[in-house]
């Protein structure tokens, strides 16, 4: 049995506390938000409000693996709901996980097992992870460029586009890749009869579609007058630079995994000496 005279006020105390640290400090104790109001704490243990209302008021008391997910997510030990002790700091492990953004999950499991926390500080040391950082850092633009840079050409042109790219690099050595070289590979897999000319124009914006299917492709700003050359080289200028970038950002991510598989190596050489 446990101290059920004491439970309600140092829950309802607890729960509060919390709460303070969550709206005087809330970039570091945001994860506390649910202890705003007996409803909120309801909601995130999946219990009534009345159940919690209850708890506080001293007429009902959960059971002990709920107290023990109520210590759990409030970071107290369990001594201090079930005996009167004062409030209790952070756990030290919650603290180190707020501070470092790695998960309580993953520092529990290097507390309990050496050879795991040997492998982290391994991986973790600045001097063998910073390769692996500044790489992998520059992998998370590929997207970006793309989803912004093209934003002005619909999906089934920019399909074709990225397509036609890939042929670009495969036919020609690196140092023939330029944005003229580009633009005259476009002119050779879209040719000017390969369009509409006439379609929907206003003065300032003009839709092109192509022959061989129905579907609208792009809107681009040519003063209301489709010409097939600058038509192209609106294509090669808005895609070229996107296009090449995503290009080195895979050579990018091939170079990070030999990297890893590098340093992976010298991490099993170290343990085995």
């Not at 600058?230 to 030999?258: C, D, H, R, V, W």
Request: aromatic fraction near 14%; hydrophobic fraction near 35%; charged fraction near 25%.
């Amino acid at each position: 049995m446990y101290n059920t005279k004491e439970f309600s006020n140092q829950l309802k105390k607890l729960r509060k506390n919390r709460w303070e640290l969550c709206k005087n400090f809330e970039e570091i104790y945001e994860k506390y938000n649910f202890c705003k109001s007996q409803e909120t704490f309801a909601e995130r243990l999946g219990v009534e409000r009345r159940t919690i209302s209850s708890w506080e008021n001293g007429t009902t008391f959960p059971s002990i693996e709920t107290i023990v997910l109520i210590c759990n997510i409030l970071d107290c030990p369990i001594e201090f709901l079930l005996n009167k002790f004062e409030i209790p700091e952070i756990a030290p492990i919650s603290n180190a996980s707020l501070y470092s953004g790695i998960s309580t999950e993953i520092i529990r499991e290097a507390l309990r097992n050496p050879e795991y926390l040997d492998f982290l500080n391994f991986f973790m040391h600045p001097e063998n992870c910073s390769s692996l950082l500044n790489g992998i850092t520059l992998s998370n633009w590929k997207q970006y460029w793309i989803n912004t840079t093209l934003q002005t050409l619909r999906k089934p042109l920019k399909k074709w586009i990225t397509n036609i790219f890939k042929d670009f690099i495969k036919t020609n050595p690196f140092y023939k890749i330029t944005e003229h070289s580009y633009k005259t590979f476009l002119k050779s897999k879209l040719p000017e009869a390969s369009f509409s000319f006439v379609s929907k124009q206003s003065k300032t914006k003009i839709t092109i579609k192509v022959k061989e299917t129905p579907e609208l492709y792009t809107t681009v700003e040519l003063n209301g007058i489709f010409d097939y050359s600058s038509f192209i080289g609106y294509l090669a200028n808005q895609t070229y630079m996107p296009l090449i970038q995503a290009e080195l950002l895979e050579l990018e991510k091939n170079k990070l995994a030999n990297s890893f598989l590098d340093l992976f190596a010298k991490y099993i050489e170290q343990s085995d000496t």
